[in-house]
């Protein structure tokens, strides 16, 4: 079939094989043009076939040369629907670390639920032994308890008062102003339970019980802080409530894992275009403006940049790893470096619909939208007949 972007507010609901494969490989081919790094050798990633995830199995397995298993909530092609982006991703990654001689498996399904993280330890156990790296990287609109069944879902609102502040459609250009009233109570229970720390803890405790986490094991999940003009709505809002729940999770987990040289770790990391970062609001629009200015300043990340660094300088470059007062990885350095938040902020004050293309960088934006769901990549051709039935190997 031939396979175009169909577009549904801030979701594509296509996804091109190819174009997927090719972005795999353009992230592959960057790590493998860096010095390699003496790191991990197992690797669980939960939340592993887009953005943050992806990236950290790729620096993995094609940097540090661990095998890895990555657990995803993905679909494949069925009838005239394409598979998911993350699918496409996947298969790519699995068929490159086969060809590299690294064992890799997937799990797809929730991992959210009891039956998902036996079937990972269950693999784990059977395939490499014990794990030395669980990231955890999952982004998720909502969460079934996996004890109660209750289900949780989770919003993007401030709390105690409403919030007001400019926002870009990414497709045409059109900047208005956004308002979003403050959550309620539940409304903020129910974001902390699907974007906390519970699940995280909940699949390290179950790895330590079976036996499944090496001595010294390390465990990170992510999180963001960002600028002030998204505060009100995202670090103290709902989600923000959620984030600081992960990172006292990690606390926890730091002193758990400790008794047995193991260490847990929130990385804060820069904003960027992905799948979750794109259904938030203003956030699309503030990116622009960050793009604008780092690419300028020459010190624009994507996912697989950001980490790269944290394996090479935060988590295994030094002797010890570099946290802030919070005891927090920062690969957000860049992004919140004073001078690159005092322009951004300047153009932000100024941007309107009739200059967002020259103040800010949403060009760019648009193109990576389309380029996680494989559109928009150079030398794949669009009108040819593609099949989109992809199979992953080594899927369980
Ligand atoms: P993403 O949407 O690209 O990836 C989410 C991953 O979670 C996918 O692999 C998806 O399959 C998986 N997933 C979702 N629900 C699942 C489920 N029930 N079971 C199994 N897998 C499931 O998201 P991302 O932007 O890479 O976010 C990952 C983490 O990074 C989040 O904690 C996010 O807050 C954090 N982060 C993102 C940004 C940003 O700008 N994108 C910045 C800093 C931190």
Not at 358 to 377: I, P, V
Request: with cysteine; hydrophobic share 40%.
């Amino acid at each position: 079939m031939i396979i175009q972007p169909k577009t549904r507010g801030f979701i594509c609901t296509t996804a091109h094989p190819e174009g997927c494969a090719s972005q795999v490989q353009r992230q592959i081919d960057y790590v493998t043009s860096q010095p390699a790094i003496e790191g991990p050798r197992n690797v669980l990633v939960v939340g592993a076939s887009t953005g943050y995830g992806l990236a950290s199995r790729i620096v993995s397995s094609f940097a540090a040369g661990a095998n890895t298993v990555g657990v995803y909530f993905d679909k494949a092609a069925e009838g005239a629907r394409t598979a998911s982006a993350g699918w496409y991703n996947s298969a790519a990654f699995e068929e490159a670390a086969a060809k590299a001689g690294r064992k890799s498996y997937s799990i797809v399904g929730d991992a959210f639920s009891d039956e998902i993280k036996a079937k990972t330890i269950d693999l784990i156990r059977t395939e490499l032994g014990q794990i030395d790296l669980v990231i955890y990287s999952v982004a998720s609109p909502r969460r079934t308890h996996p004890k109660t069944g209750e289900v949780f879902s989770s919003v993007i609102k401030p709390l105690g008062g409403t919030y007001t502040n400019k926002t870009v459609n990414f497709h045409n250009g059109e900047v208005t102003t956004a308002t979003i009233e403050p959550a309620t109570e539940d409304e903020l229970r129910q974001t902390i339970a699907v974007m906390g720390g519970e699940d995280w803890q909940m699949w390290i405790d179950e790895l330590g019980r079976a036996g499944a986490l090496a001595e010294g094991a390390t465990t990170v999940a992510y999180s963001y802080i960002g600028p002030e003009i998204t505060h009100a709505v995202y670090r103290e809002g709902t989600i923000g409530a959620a984030k600081n729940d992960l990172e006292a999770t990690a606390h926890r987990l730091n002193a758990q894992l400790g008794t047995n040289g193991g260490r847990a770790f929130v990385s804060v990391n820069k904003a960027l275009v992905t799948q979750s970062s794109s259904a938030i609001p203003v956030v699309p629009l503030y990116i622009s403006a960050l793009y604008k200015v780092m690419k300028e300043q020459g010190i624009h990340e994507g996912c697989i940049e950001q980490m790269y660094r944290l394996f090479a300088e935060r988590l295994y470059g030094q002797s010890e790893t570099l946290v802030d007062e919070k005891g927090l990885i920062r690969v957000d350095d860049w992004e919140m470096r004073p001078e690159i938040q005092a322009e951004v902020a300047k153009l932000w004050a100024e941007l309107t619909t009739e200059n967002v293309y020259e103040l800010s960088d949403l060009e760019g934006y648009r193109r990576e939208f389309f380029q996680l769901f494989g559109f928009q990549t150079d030398g794949i051709n669009y009108e040819a007949d593609t099949n989109p039935d992809v199979a992953i190997p080594n899927l369980r």
